[in-house]
């Protein structure tokens, strides 16, 4: 499926993102761009980036991701590779690269060539950590506990590393909203420490063309009145010549951003929950999205089924259809038919729902790597289906029958997701029970219902006994 | 005996001998295609092999997978498959399957199991309703199930049993659950039904029990009821005994054998096909196969290691960027083992993979005529000195006339 030709691969000079508003409305709507960086795929927006666990897109080994999937960026997050830091230096910094300044990141992480790398502080989505942010840097989660990771290391992460698009550190407080004193610090130390990559990338020196990483600078979920002395120093010429894009935490702060950031392309890092509220960011002009709910449907054994825009078999049908397919659901069992009807994806033209169903009640580990490759595919679609939709200017209307036609969240889970692990999750309180149930209990457990059984006049089968009854277990009956 | 005829949907073409040794290597046509043996055959449980998907299976040049009967007969269950008409159409595996006939995994999963002359009795794993399978149900299943080579319901016991008189009733119990499993057989045509020779470590046993199964002329042979914890001497003993009353002409399978070092010395002893799990199963823990032996990667002396998990290793993960591959690293396994299923993912291919370039190297040898220089070299490569060569291998090799330590 991914049938990339040289020409959609940048012929840019190095040293340059470009970044081509097509369309764009005059006031604050959705927009179309080109988003190019030297020798990587050229993305058209708007459009997702795929999220990275500890180096791979979860369930995808790297060949698959390559092979069977679209994703042109993917996003990675640094607290992923530094359980050691400060006391040993993370591996992956002493990773050897062919040529001086090619991205360790990439090398690393076996990320194809061709695929833009982004690299952020912490996971998406983040783990919340009990300590606040302080002055010199952000608290993180790693796999081996909490930590700080101070904006020092950080700019050492970006420069040694080599990501192809960095997230500029921005101090987003956890939970409620912050009170104005806490805002004012936000505003400061988002400042500062955006001042400081820029400063610090600005004073390596480097060999002529050599790719740099492009900073992306936060914009924080704050309004923008709130965040005034941050913006005005973002606009001056000596900060704005170095910024290549923006990272959003809240897109209803689009329409009021200063003037001179509206040529930079916007990625945001709001974690939708739906596609309704993806719609929602994309009508306020964001380009580039990070996509938590393409994972977390994968674990939970949901197969995505919507497109944009909606094409609905009955429009005057008053239930609104799901999202997506439980695919844990019995009712698939014999189904030979693909996840989606016309779906192109691996998935849906190798294997069928039968198959897909049998792996996740197996738990077998396949069943969560081909929902992975088929949501992905989905999510190229609605996008690919988005554009063309604003390019026909009919994004409002379709958006309000997307709405319409769909439900408003994605189905429920209702079957066991894969084992979940210390970096992904805290656990909240004391004595909390497991997420999943245990898998497998003592044999002896076993040995008092055999006892049991046999205790109890004819409960171990004899040829006699009723046939149906074993049956229904499947796999051994008497002949 | 049963009085029917059996029809086979194998061809066996043995290609070469071993001239000093007991290895062979053939070509076996089978329903969904040739494969050349001798052969290692990953094991695809529940109809997956650990988060591969089909096409990467076939990447790493399996043409030959296992499924369990066992897991198969619980989920889906035959209706499902019956439904969908087979394991090969549920997991889209355009090759051939071998399955099980379900027994082992009474002895393996089930402590609890009780043997009648009917059929193992026990109590299903999942809520303890008492259940009962008979060899005639366990080649429906397979019929249902559609493999290409399927296997008879035997009655294994531990080798390690001491009670050779249960030993013997087994022997002669298996014998005439394959008369019911011949007689059971829908499809002899497409489906090739294999018979498992038992005795235990008894070697008369072996030998009557071969001669028995033998005259039953079924398409394949097996050895079964090893790889349960024996002793390897005697483990080495029964196979040499066997494969020496087996017809030349027939395919014979060691079931459930699988470090490196066991395939090496069990093709001298002249079995064709092997299974086992522990390949795909170390992959899981973080464990790596190599020619040098294996590594546990979880460990952080590789935290820094850049290398390819095998230097000059063919499979995916190994290969440079260059030559097509992924150009993984030690490193890169060790922080995703353990963290990230694709970690495990990665593993399984690079051992499946060593474990088929194996066979693969074991089959020019002896085509070329110089296994048992191949398996010196592959002793000399694995421990670091001829003192540390296990002592059941150099045995083994000097019975069928190769001495290791020369």
């Known amino acids: 499926m991914a049938n990339i030709d040289s020409e959609k691969l940048s012929q840019l000079p190095c040293e340059m993102l470009s970044f081509n508003i097509l369309k764009a409305p005059a006031e604050i709507g959705p927009r179309l761009g080109k988003f190019a960086l030297p020798n990587r795929r050229v993305i058209s927006t708007p459009h997702y980036v795929g999220i990275s666990s500890r180096g791979v897109v979860p369930h995808l080994s790297p060949d698959m991701l390559k092979k069977r999937t679209n994703i042109d960026a993917v996003y990675f997050g640094l607290e992923d590779f530094t359980e050691r830091l400060p006391i040993r230096t993370p591996p992956l910094y002493n990773v050897p690269t062919s ?62 590393l ?104 916007r990625l945001a890092m709001t974690e939708p929950s739906s596609p309704r509220k993806l719609l929602y960011d994309i009508s306020l002009g964001t380009d580039l999205f990070t996509i938590p709910f393409t994972t977390a449907a994968s674990d939970a054994g949901i197969a995505l089924s919507f497109s944009f825009p909606a094409t609905s078999p009955s429009p005057s049908s008053s239930t609104p259809l799901p999202l997506g397919i439980d695919m844990w659901s019995p009712t698939h069992a014999t189904s030979l038919t693909p996840l989606s009807e016309n779906c192109t994806c691996h998935t849906c033209t190798s294997h069928h ?45 379709d958006r309000l029958a997307f709405e319409k036609l769909y439900e408003d969240e994605l189905p429920a889970k209702t079957g066991l997701g894969p084992r979940v692990r210390g970096y992904q999750y805290r656990s909240e309180r004391a004595g909390e029970s497991k997420r999943n149930p245990s898998a497998f209990r003592m044999l002896d457990d076993g040995g008092e219902k055999l006892e049991e059984a046999q205790v109890e006049e004819g409960a171990v089968p004899s040829p006699g006994v009723d046939e149906r009854e074993l049956e229904e277990k499947g796999f051994a009956k008497p002949v | 005996m049963a009085s029917k005829a059996m029809p086979s949907a194998l061809k066996f073409d043995l290609i070469a001998k071993c001239s000093v040794t007991k290895a062979r290597a053939s070509t076996l046509h089978l329903p969904h295609g040739p494969v050349s043996l001798p052969i290692f055959m990953p094991v695809a449980t529940q109809a997956s092999l650990k988060g591969l998907t089909p096409e990467q299976l076939e990447e790493t040049s399996c043409r030959l997978c296992l499924n369990n009967t066992y897991h198969l007969g619980l989920k889906p269950g035959q209706a499902t498959l019956d439904a969908i008409g087979g394991a090969h159409k549920l997991q889209s595996w355009p090759h051939n399957i071998l399955t099980d006939s379900g027994g082992f995994q009474m002895v393996s999963l089930l402590r609890l199991a009780k043997v009648t002359e009917e059929g193992v009795r026990f109590l299903s794993p999942h809520d303890g309703t008492p259940m009962l399978l008979t060899p005639e149900h366990s080649i429906s299943l397979q019929n249902s199930i559609g493999s290409d080579i399927i296997m008879q319901l035997d009655d294994v016991i531990a080798t390690t049993s001491p009670d050779l008189a249960r030993m013997e009733e087994a022997m002669k119990r298996s014998v005439r659950w394959l008369d019911r499993c011949i007689e059971a057989h829908k499809y002899p045509e497409r489906q090739n039904l294999f018979c498992i020779i038992q005795g235990g470590l008894n070697l008369d046993l072996r030998r009557e029990c071969c001669k028995e199964m033998v005259a039953r002329d079924t398409p394949g042979i097996a050895i079964g009821g090893l790889s349960g914890g024996e002793e390897k001497y005697a483990y080495c ?77 063919g499979c995916i993960c190994c290969r440079p960027v260059a030559e097509g591959g992924l150009g993984i690293t030690r490193a890169y396994v060790y922080h995703v083992a353990a963290k990230e299923t694709a970690g495990a993912h990665l593993l399984t291919m690079h051992n499946v993979y060593y474990q088929l370039n194996l066979m693969r190297q074991i089959r020019t040898a002896v085509v070329e005529d110089r296994y ?11 421990y670091p000195s001829k003192d540390k060569f296990p002592g059941w291998a150099v045995t083994a090799m000097k019975g069928v006339g190769v001495d290791l330590l020369e």
Request: hydrophobic share 40%; aromatic share 8%.
């Open chain 2, 237 to 313: 003993r029964v196979v040499d005994t066997c494969t020496d009353l087996l017809p030349e002409k027939k395919p014979r399978y060691v079931m459930g054998v699988g470090y490196p070092e066991d395939l090496v010395v069990s093709v001298a002893l002249g079995a064709d096909m092997f299974d086992c799990v522990w390949p795909t199963r170390t992959a899981r823990f973080g464990n790596a196969i190599t020619s040098t032996g294996t590594l546990n990667l979880r460990n952080s002396a590789y935290a820094d290691d850049f290398g390819p998990v095998e230097e000059g290793c």
């Open chain 1, 162 to 265: 080599s990501p192809d698009i960095i997230i500029g550190l921005a101090d987003v407080p956890q939970g409620d909203k912050p009170s104005s004193k806490r805002a004012d610090k936000m505003d400061d130390r988002t400042c500062v420490w955006t001042r400081d990559m820029i400063v610090a990338e600005a004073e390596r020196e480097v060999p002529a063309d050599t790719p740099r990483p492009q900073i992306f600078a936060p914009i924080l979920p704050t309004p923008i009145e709130l965040q005034m002395f941050y913006m005005d120093h973002l606009v001056e010429d000596d900060m704005l010549k170095h910024i290549s894009g923006l990272a959003i935490y809240n897109a209803s702060n689009t329409p009021d951003l200063p003037y001179q950031l509206l040529h930079l392309p």
């Open chain 1, 99 to 160: 040529e001086a300044y090619a991205s360790k990141l990439k090398s690393f992480t076996v990320l194809p060539d061709d695929r833009i790398s982004i690299l952020g502080p912490r996971r998406i989505p983040a783990v919340e950590t009990p300590k606040s942010n302080t002055k010199n840097g952000v608290s993180i989660h790693t796999s081996v506990g909490f930590a700080e990771l101070n904006v020092r290391d950080y700019v050492t992460a970006m420069q040694i």
């Open chain 2, 372 to 382: 048992p220089d191949f398996v010196k070299e592959f002793f000399a490569q694995l």
């Open chain 1, 353 to 397: 729902r039968a198959y897909v169903q049998h792996l996740l009640s197996a738990k077998e580990m396949l069943g969560w790597v081909l929902l992975q490759i088929h949501n992905h595919a989905v999510l190229d679609r609605f996008f690919s289906g988005v554009r063309a939709s604003i390019a026909n200017g009919t994004f409002d209307e």
